[in-house]
């Protein structure tokens, strides 16, 4: 698979599967190097790709919490109000109208970027295609923030528990996985 074919299938498939329910199943693993680097990233140790950016990753899990999809998911669980059902309802569908917009919008800029005869042309629809997917991804992030503002604050302790859960478990699995690759 050529290099733009992998970049353009990437940029497509993060965003919507960031946004699917299963999303939080477990990634097949790419598969470790010599020097346990990653084989497709060269040079990049299993830190580097695990975890990267600690702060990131745990700025980015506690959004997804509150994405509003899955707190109504979740409503028997936090024991939502039939108004807080409609709220977060109200929120998720503006969301997703705003996110499939962007996303509309940057798919001809994928195209265009695959077909790309020289780095100026493919620079320019990367941009618009980041651009247009970062807004996708605002929209979403935006929604989880509405989303946490709905909730009691017995609710959002309930959330910030399973967060802190999942925070645990993946620092575990992955002193469990360097451990096992050292």
Not at 88 to 104: H, V, W, Y
Not at 131 to 158: E, S
Request: glycine share 6%; hydrophobic share 45%.
């Amino acid at each position: 698979m050529s290099h733009r074919w992998m970049l353009i299938a990437l940029a497509c498939a993060a965003p919507l599967a960031a946004q699917q329910p299963d999303s939080a199943k477990r990634m097949p693993h790419t598969g470790m190097g010599r020097g346990g680097t990653m084989m497709h990233h060269p040079g990049m140790g299993m830190d580097e790709m695990m975890m990267g950016d600690s702060t990131m990753i745990h700025a980015m899990m506690g959004s997804m919490a509150y994405m509003p999809q899955h707190l109504l998911d979740m409503k028997d669980t936090l024991h939502l109000t039939a108004d807080q059902v409609t709220r977060l309802t109200g929120i998720a569908q503006r969301a997703k109208t705003a996110r499939d917009a962007a996303l509309a919008a940057a798919r001809p800029h994928l195209e265009e970027m695959a077909a790309a005869k020289d780095t100026a042309d493919m620079k320019h629809h990367f941009m618009a295609a980041h651009d247009a997917m970062g807004q996708a991804h605002w929209a979403m992030l935006g929604a989880a923030a509405q989303a946490k503002d709905v909730l009691t604050a017995a609710q959002r302790a309930q959330v910030q528990a399973w967060v802190d859960s999942m925070h645990g478990r993946m620092r575990a699995q992955h002193s469990d996985m360097m451990e096992r690759h050292n």
